[in-house]
């Protein structure tokens, strides 16, 4: 389970309450995530009043995403760091997809990664800023088309090179139908590590990360909460510690059945190696000085005689005394 990355995305689902922050630090931590990722904006920087939902409005009414950002918007740069600090201390991964520019340079001693979300792949301006910061960049590629991936991977390139991209279906909640995890392939031609960013509900998100994992995938990204029932955001389509726990069990799993990557047998096996296959026997009674033909032998369960590998060696050779029907053949029984 070393080489899984499981990135509990909490976003603004704290809801700009530092309890309800480390609250969802320590539930992540406790489900078995190696880091927690926050989101860094301020509404009227990403946002304008035109703006309007791309989300599940079942489930978050709001229409405006101008409003419903600056529920959320409420840190400061004295939060975060006493979040960092908390995530040193708990020993979990700190990361952050800063959506201006104005934070970057605050955040860029203190993350493992920055994130540059789906929506900012065309923001040129901040995509250069955070490459220009030598942080690893996660890139994630929800709703862009090859060539504006390739364009925002030759960015970052000109000044960082330790790139992660994330496969993503940017709709919130993604049908595990259009989960389109084939083009995880396609990502990787352009050769840098391939993760997932998850937005299907809990209920199809294991057997789609499961489908990741057997892909290849090590790096996931699940928004987490608390509480899957609290209405509104990204509460109802988010990890709690248990599906995260669920996850981790299901990948060992997972794991012990693919087993071994180099073709042997088991020590379970080794009973059957002896019985159900089949040792060299005679096929009749047989006189001594006879010189054996095929005719004379048979194949017969168990194997714990002769293999028929070896038939061809016995093939013309004379017996030393007599055999009977059914008995295994010996090496000793021929004369040298």
Not at 201 to 226: C, N, R
């Amino acid at each position: 389970m070393k080489d899984i990355y499981f990135i509990a995305e909490i976003g603004v689902n704290h809801e700009a309450n530092l309890q309800k922050a480390y609250d969802h630090i320590i539930s992540a931590k406790k489900g078995g995530a190696q880091a927690i990722k926050l989101q860094s904006y301020k509404a009227e920087k990403i946002v304008s009043k035109h703006a309007k939902a791309y989300w599940d409005k079942k489930e978050e009414k709001e229409n405006s995403q101008l409003k419903l950002y600056k529920r959320y918007d409420g840190f400061n740069e004295n939060d975060y760091y006493k979040i960092y600090k908390f995530c040193k201390k708990l020993k979990i991964d700190f990361i952050v997809t800063p959506f201006d520019l104005d934070t970057i340079g605050f955040f860029k001693n203190k993350v493992k990664y920055f994130k540059i979300s789906s929506s900012d792949i065309t923001n040129f301006p901040l995509i250069k800023k955070i490459a220009k910061t030598k942080v690893p960049v996660i890139l994630s590629t929800g709703a862009s088309n090859k060539n504006e991936v390739k364009n925002a991977v030759k960015l970052i390139e000109k000044h960082n090179k330790k790139i992660t991209l994330l496969h993503c279906i940017l709709n919130y909640p993604t049908k595990k139908t259009d989960a389109n995890l084939n083009m995880i392939d396609d990502l990787r031609k352009l050769n840098y590590k391939v993760g997932l960013s998850d937005h299907t509900i809990p209920k199809d998100s294991h057997e789609v990360l499961i489908y990741a994992y057997l892909k290849g995938v090590k790096m996931f990204e699940k928004h987490f909460t608390l509480n899957k029932k609290k209405r509104g955001n990204d509460h109802f389509h988010s990890f709690n510690a248990e599906d995260l726990r669920k996850f981790f069990i299901k990948i060992s799993n997972v794991d012990k059945i693919l087993g071994k990557n180099k073709k042997s047998f088991l020590k379970s096996e080794i009973k059957s190696r002896k019985n159900a296959r089949r040792s060299i026997f005679y096929n009749k009674n047989l006189n001594a000085n006879k010189n054996i033909t095929e005719n004379d032998l048979i194949m017969l369960r168990p194997g714990t005689g002769i293999s028929p590998t070896y038939i061809r060696f016995l093939i013309g050779r004379k017996l030393r005394k007599q055999k009977s029907k059914g008995e295994f053949v010996k090496l000793s029984d021929f004369k040298k």
